[in-house]
């Protein structure tokens, strides 16, 4: 495996880009009521104010209301220090969601390539690592896709695996996340995966697999709030935390990493 340490938290960049109101209609799994768009907006500038707090330059997109889950930018694209990789997003409403987010990623890298023609693969089916990115197949993200991927990340000299995400996992990082330093926070169908074997883990508390979807962002740990114990799990395994409010996103299936596209910019790039 290639090693890039710090690779999977450490960050100089991030782009958001602010909810719409028609982010009620967004998709969901299980149907908790609607989010507000006034809500989510003042809980974004919360999330972009703490990407900043962590030390990082936040670009925010505008809104895009002709597209309702349009603030998950993590989904539509894939950045890494040398270039970024545009996606196919794996729900048919999203599908015009990368080309708007184009301009933005041709805006801040000298590369942007494209995921071939055939399969599609959603961001939130990828989970960064130092030593190797793993790509969750799901129904968003098709075995052609990832190995699409897979084969731009080998050309790029990262060591890439294709997993099979659990049963009942909408994405495979709803269910886990690097806090760094080779720890994983992940829920127990996942810990039992045996994906991370030889890793050391932090298992989410029962009740609380929402948390599982946390990003390590410089030195701190970006966690939603109202999941105690899974905070002080990451407190007690030496990681400093910061909460955020996500309570309308969750309405949408919304995590925290799907909020942001976080990468560190080459000197070439920046």
């Given at each position: 495996m290639s090693d890039f340490p710090g690779?999977?938290?450490?960050?100089?960049?991030?782009?958001?880009?602010?909810?719409?109101?028609?982010?009620?209609?967004?998709?969901?799994?299980v149907d908790t009521g609607n989010p507000d768009g006034a809500a989510f907006r003042s809980e974004h500038e919360a999330y972009v104010k703490s990407l900043q707090g962590a030390g990082i330059d936040v670009t925010v997109l505008p809104a895009l209301e002709a597209y309702p889950d349009s603030c998950f930018v993590e989904d539509?694209?894939?950045?890494?220090?040398?270039?970024?990789?545009?996606?196919?997003?794996?729900?048919?409403?999203?599908?015009?969601?990368?080309?708007?987010?184009?301009?933005?990623?041709?805006?801040t890298f000298d590369v942007v390539v494209d995921l071939p023609e055939g399969g599609y693969v959603d961001g939130g089916d990828i989970?960064?690592?130092?030593?190797?990115?793993?790509?969750?197949?799901?129904a968003r993200t098709d075995r052609q896709g990832a190995?699409?991927?897979?084969?731009?990340?080998?050309?790029?000299?990262?060591?890439?695996?294709v997993c099979e995400?659990?049963?009942?996992?909408?994405?495979?990082?709803?269910?886990c996340s690097t806090l760094?330093?080779?720890v994983i926070l992940a829920?127990?169908?996942?810990?039992?995966?045996?994906?991370?074997?030889?890793?050391?883990?932090?298992?989410v508390p029962d009740g609380e697999e929402y948390?599982?979807?946390?990003?390590?962002v410089n030195d701190v740990v970006l966690v939603p709030e109202g999941y105690p114990k899974t905070e002080a799990a990451i407190q007690a395994a030496g990681f400093k935390t910061v909460l955020v409010p996500t309570h309308e996103a969750r309405k949408v299936d919304g995590g925290l990493s799907c909020l942001s596209l976080r990468f560190a910019l080459d000197a070439s790039n920046s």
């Open positions: 690779l999977s938290f450490r960050f100089t960049h991030a782009i958001t880009r602010t909810p719409s109101d028609s982010v009620a209609k967004g998709l969901r799994a539509p694209a894939f950045c890494l220090p040398q270039g970024a990789i545009v996606l196919r997003p794996g729900a048919k409403s999203r599908e015009g969601e990368a080309e708007e987010i184009r301009s933005a990623l041709e805006d989970l960064t690592l130092d030593d190797e990115i793993l790509i969750g197949l799901s190995e699409h991927f897979q084969a731009i990340l080998t050309a790029w000299g990262y060591s890439a695996r995400t659990p049963e009942g996992v909408l994405h495979f990082k709803t269910a760094g330093d080779g829920t127990q169908p996942m810990a039992d995966s045996g994906f991370f074997a030889g890793r050391k883990l932090v298992v948390a599982a979807n946390v990003i390590r």
